[in-house]
C-alpha cells in the first residue's frame, strides 16, 4: 500500500516562468534536474497492519501521517519538496520485511527508511541496513542494534540503558521500604529480557528474590501461581507479562489478594497501554505500578503535544485505531520532526550528515527533548512509571483527564507520590 | 517451599480449572469422540460463542450464562450445517477422509478467526457479571466465583448429555451410530441424519461452553488456538465418547497442573499434562473410560 502527497512547491510565479523557461530550453538534463527538484521526499517503511502487532502499527502509522500532514501543509522540506510515505503491510511477521525493506531500496528507491513498529519485524533488517550504510529510525524496538551495532539507527523509544526499566520501578518499590522482590514473567523472549535485567538489578543490590517464575505461554488461570508468590510474603512483585495474561493475572490478584507485605505491583506488564485493555479491566487497574511512555498529565505537555493529541483524537475514530494513542501515536510523530529537523539543519539528503546531525544534538519533539547515545538508543531513559489511581469499570474517557496514571518515575516528570502497600491503593 | 495449605488450595482450584476444561471439552467428546470427525475447528467454533456472548452483554447488557443458554439453538442449527457441508465435501468421498477433512475445519477455523478479527477487530474482549472478580472465602482459601460457575456449568452439562445419550431414542441411536454405521443402515435409518444430529449437539453445547470461556478469562481472535492441545487430550485421555469420563479427564488434567503450578513452578505445567496423557495411554490405550476395541 502506498500513498502519495504532491503539491507544486511555493516560489514566485515570476520565478517558476523563469525557471521553466529555461529548462525547457536547456538540454533534457535540465529538464530531468527540474523534475528531481520538485519530487517528493519518499520516507519508506513497513508496518504491521493486521497480526498480533496492528493495533500498535495503525496507531503508530497515524502518528506519522499527522506529521507527514502538517509538515507539507508548512510547505514541505528542502525548498518545498513534499514529503510522502511508502508502506507497505508486514503483517506482524518478521519473515515479511526483508523482502519489503529490499523493495523499498531497489525498486522503490525511497530516499529515507523508518523502522516498522516493534523489536520482531525490526530484527531481520537491520543487517541489510548496516550493510547498505542507510540511516534507520526505529520504533519501539527493545536492544535490535545491541549486538548489530549500526551507527546510523536512532531509535524513537523512551527506553534508554536496558537496565533502567527494572531500576526505575526497584528504587520506586525500595523507597516504599521493600527488602524482597518477587518476579513472575512470561516464559517469552521479551519478558525474559526484562526478567533477566530485573535480576541482575537486584543482584546488585543485593535484594533477595523470593519467588521467581515464568509461566507458560496460554496459561488459563493464575490463581495458583498468585497464591504460591502471596506465600512467600514479597515486598515488590515486578511482573513482565503480556496482553492476554495482564488480564487473567490482575483478575486473580483482585480475587485471590497478594498480601498485604505487598508495596508495588507491577512494572513491565504489555498492555496496560493500549485503550481498550486498560477499558476491559477497568477497576483490576488500580494500585498497579507499570511503565509507559506517554500520559496526559500537565508534565508530558511540550510544544504541539496538545496540537498533535486533538488531530489524533479525530482521525484515530475514521482510522478505528487506539481511541487514546498514548502509547505510540506521538513517537510515530515524533520520528518525523527528528528527520524534519535533521533534513532542515543539514540542507539535503545526504544519510552520513543527517545520522551525523542527530547523534550530536537533542532535538526538542512533542514527547520532549531527544538525545541519543552511540547505540543509537536514548541517553537517558524516559520510560514511565505510573501509578493507576481511581479507575472505575467500562469507561474510556476517564483516562484522558490526568491523575488516572500518577507518574512516579522519572524525577523531572513526576506528577505524584506512590501510594503504597498495594492493597491500600488498590481501594 | 511446600505446605499442605497451599497443596489443598492447589487441588481444591485445580478441580474447578478442570470441571471448566471439562466444559469447553464435552462438545468435542461428542463430534471427535463418538462420530468420528477431525474437529479441529472445536476451539474456534467456541471462541465464536464467547464472542456471540460478549456481544449480547456488552449491547444488551444480557447475563454471560443466559446469553450463552440463548446462543444454544443458534449454534445447533450452525452445527447441522456445517456437518452437511463437510459430509458433501469430505465424509462422503471416500476412505482417507479423515486427514482431508482435518485440513476442511483447518480452513474452517481460520475463516472463523479472520471473520472475528473483522467484526470485533485484534483486542482482547471480556464480559462483566456479579460473579466475575469476586471470591468466596473457605477459611484460607479464596475460591473464585467465576471457577464455581463453570463447575456447577460442567457438572449440569455432564449429567444432561450423558442422560441424553442414555435415555432418549435419539441418544442411543448416536451411540448405535458411533459403534457400527452399518447395522444401523441395514435396519433403515440414515446414519448420515443421526450424526447430523449429534453434530448439532455437540455445537449447541459450545454455546454454554463459549459462555464459561468468557467468563473465566478474557477472550482474543485467536485464543482457540491454545485450547486445540487441551481439549483433544482430554477427550483421547478419557476414552472417546464417554461423557462422565471427560469430565474426571478434565479433572485430572487441571489438577495436575495446578498442582505443579503452585508447587513446583510454572514452566513445567503444560509438560506434566501431556506426560500425564501419554503416561496413561501407555497403560490404557483406549483411554481411561473408553471400551476396549
Not at chain 1, 542507510?134 to 546510523?152: E, R, T, W, Y
Not at chain 2, 450424526?195 to 453445547?205: N, S
Amino acid at each position: 500500500m502506498s500513498k502519495k502527497v504532491s503539491k507544486p512547491r511555493s516560489i514566485s510565479r515570476r520565478r517558476l516562468l523563469a525557471t521553466a523557461g529555461a529548462a525547457l530550453a536547456a538540454s533534457p538534463l535540465g529538464v530531468d534536474l527540474l523534475q528531481a527538484q520538485q519530487a517528493p521526499i519518499r520516507i519508506g517503511m513497513s508496518m504491521p497492519q493486521t497480526g498480533g502487532l496492528a493495533g500498535g502499527g495503525k496507531a503508530s502509522l497515524l502518528g506519522i501521517e499527522i506529521w507527514r500532514d502538517d509538515v507539507n501543509a508548512k510547505g514541505g522540506l528542502l525548498g518545498g519538496r513534499k514529503v510522502e510515505l511508502v508502506v507497505y503491510d508486514d503483517k506482524s511477521s518478521a519473515a515479511e520485511t526483508p523482502a519489503i525493506y529490499s523493495k523499498l531500496i531497489d525498486v522503490d528507491k525511497v530516499d529515507l527508511l523508518f523502522a516498522p513498529y516493534a523489536t520482531v519485524p525490526t530484527a531481520p533488517i537491520m543487517p541489510m541496513v548496516k550493510q547498505r550504510g542507510l540511516l534507520l529510525i526505529g520504533n519501539f524496538s527493545f536492544q535490535v542494534n545491541s549486538k548489530i551495532g549500526h551507527d546510523m539507527w536512532f531509535n524513537n523509544a523512551p527506553w534508554g540503558p536496558p537496565d533502567s526499566w527494572a531500576a526505575s520501578f526497584l528504587d520506586i518499590g525500595q523507597k516504599a521500604g521493600g527488602k524482597s522482590m518477587a518476579l513472575l514473567t512470561a516464559d517469552q523472549e521479551f519478558a525474559q529480557n526484562l526478567a533477566k535485567t530485573a535480576r541482575e538489578v537486584a543482584a546488585k543490590r543485593t535484594l533477595p528474590i523470593v519467588f521467581d517464575q515464568a509461566y507458560p505461554p496460554n496459561t488459563v488461570e493464575f490463581s495458583s501461581i498468585i497464591r504460591a508468590l502471596k506465600a512467600t510474603k514479597p515486598d515488590i512483585v515486578y511482573v513482565a507479562s503480556y496482553p492476554p495474561d495482564s488480564a487473567g493475572i490482575l483478575r486473580a490478584v483482585n480475587e485471590i489478594g497478594v498480601g498485604d507485605s505487598v508495596k508495588v505491583f507491577g512494572g513491565g506488564m504489555v498492555g496496560l497501554q493500549f485503550g481498550a485493555v486498560m477499558e476491559n479491566m477497568g477497576s483490576l487497574l488500580n494500585g498497579v505500578v507499570n511503565y509507559n511512555s506517554w500520559l496526559p498529565e500537565k508534565s508530558m505537555y511540550f510544544e504541539g503535544t496538545k496540537e498533535f493529541f486533538d488531530k489524533y483524537t479525530k482521525r484515530a475514530v475514521e482510522a478505528k485505531v487506539d481511541p487514546l494513542g498514548y502509547y505510540l501515536a506521538p513517537f510515530g510523530y515524533a520520528s518525523g520532526q527528528l528527520i524534519e529537523q535533521a533534513i532542515k539543519k543539514v540542507g539535503s539528503l545526504d544519510q552520513k550528515a543527517l545520522a551525523k546531525y542527530l547523534r550530536e544534538n537533542t532535538h526538542n519533539t512533542i514527547v520532549g527533548a531527544i538525545a541519543f547515545s552511540p547505540d543509537g538508543e536514548r541517553k537517558e531513559t524516559a520510560v514511565l512509571q505510573a501509578q493507576f489511581r481511581g479507575v472505575v469499570d467500562k469507561n474510556m474517557e476517564q483516562f484522558r483527564s490526568s491523575g488516572k496514571q500518577v507518574i512516579l518515575f522519572p524525577e523531572n516528570l513526576k506528577s505524584g507520590e506512590l501510594v503504597a502497600p498495594f492493597e491500600a491503593a488498590r481501594k | 517451599m511446600f505446605s499442605l495449605d497451599l497443596l489443598l488450595d492447589a487441588v481444591v482450584i485445580g478441580v474447578l480449572l478442570g470441571c471448566f476444561y471439562g466444559a469447553v471439552s464435552l462438545g468435542l467428546s461428542v463430534s471427535f469422540g463418538l462420530l468420528d470427525v477431525p474437529h479441529v475447528a472445536h476451539p474456534a467454533f467456541l471462541v465464536l460463542a464467547s464472542y456471540a456472548v460478549y456481544f449480547l452483554n456488552e449491547n444488551y447488557a444480557v447475563d454471560p450464562l443466559v446469553a450463552g443458554i440463548l446462543i444454544t439453538p443458534v449454534f445447533f442449527l450452525f452445527g447441522l450445517a456445517t456437518y452437511r457441508l463437510y459430509y458433501e465435501t469430505f465424509e462422503k468421498r471416500g476412505s482417507d477422509a479423515g486427514v482431508r477433512g482435518i485440513a476442511f475445519f483447518f480452513g474452517v477455523a481460520f475463516i472463523i478467526e479472520v471473520l472475528i478479527i473483522l467484526q470485533f477487530g485484534v483486542d482482547q474482549r471480556s464480559v462483566t457479571a456479579d460473579y466475575i472478580g469476586k471470591a468466596w472465602r473457605l477459611g484460607d482459601i479464596r475460591i473464585p466465583y467465576r471457577l464455581l460457575v463453570a463447575f456447577a456449568i460442567a457438572t449440569a452439562l455432564t449429567v444432561l448429555l450423558t442422560l441424553y445419550l442414555s435415555r432418549t431414542f435419539m441418544g442411543r441411536a448416536i451411540r448405535a451410530v458411533a459403534q457400527d454405521q452399518e447395522a444401523l443402515r441395514l435396519m433403515g435409518t440414515n446414519p448420515v441424519k443421526i450424526k447430523q444430529w449429534a453434530f448439532g449437539i455437540a455445537t449447541a453445547v459450545l454455546g454454554i461452553a463459549g459462555a464459561l470461556l468468557i467468563i473465566v478469562a478474557p477472550v482474543d481472535p485467536t485464543l482457540g488456538r491454545a485450547y486445540i492441545g487441551r481439549t483433544f487430550c482430554v477427550v483421547v485421555m478419557a476414552g472417546l465418547g464417554s461423557m462422565s469420563g471427560t469430565l474426571v479427564a478434565a479433572i485430572i488434567l487441571g489438577v495436575a497442573e495446578s498442582i505443579v503450578l503452585t508447587m513446583f513452578g510454572a514452566s513445567w505445567a503444560p509438560a506434566i499434562s501431556f506426560a500425564i496423557l501419554l503416561g496413561i495411554l501407555a497403560v490404557r490405550p483406549q483411554g481411561l473410560f473408553g471400551r476396549r476395541p
